[in-house]
């Protein structure tokens, strides 16, 4: 024997499908971002002493990443100093 819906649970049944297939229509992919970074060394002087520091694209600290849920970050590191970096997010 099947089971009925009754009369109050069919809208309701709707409105949740109906709001289910909004919900996946509303998905949208996200974009895919690019960055590149070159990092080298610069000589900084604070307080009368001079140092070499990392920079990336002549920054320290580094410029901001911005991306969203859903987004692609595709980020092109060359680096120009002497020594291995390690980039940390």
Same mark, same amino acid.
């Given at each position: 024997?099947? %089971?009925?819906?009754?009369?109050?649970?069919? $809208?309701?049944? /709707?409105? %949740?499908?109906? /709001? %289910?297939?909004?919900?996946? !229509?509303? *998905?949208?992919?996200? !974009?895919?971002?690019?960055?590149?970074?070159? &990092?080298? %060394?610069?000589? &900084?002087?604070?307080?009368?002493?001079?140092?070499? !520091?990392?920079?990336?694209?002549? *920054?320290? $600290?580094? $410029?901001? /990443?911005?991306?969203?849920?859903?987004?692609? &970050?595709? &980020?092109?590191?060359?680096?120009?100093? *002497?020594?291995? !970096?390690?980039?940390?997010?």
């Amino acid at each position: 024997m099947a %089971m009925a819906l009754s009369s109050s649970a069919l $809208p309701c049944s /709707l409105l %949740m499908a109906a /709001l %289910m297939l909004l919900a996946s !229509i509303a *998905q949208v992919q996200g !974009i895919t971002r690019y960055y590149d970074f070159n &990092v080298t %060394m610069a000589n &900084v002087t604070r307080l009368c002493a001079t140092k070499s !520091i990392v920079t990336v694209n002549g *920054q320290f $600290p580094g $410029p901001k /990443l911005v991306a969203r849920e859903g987004d692609r &970050v595709v &980020v092109r590191v060359t680096n120009h100093a *002497q020594h291995n !970096i390690s980039l940390h997010w």
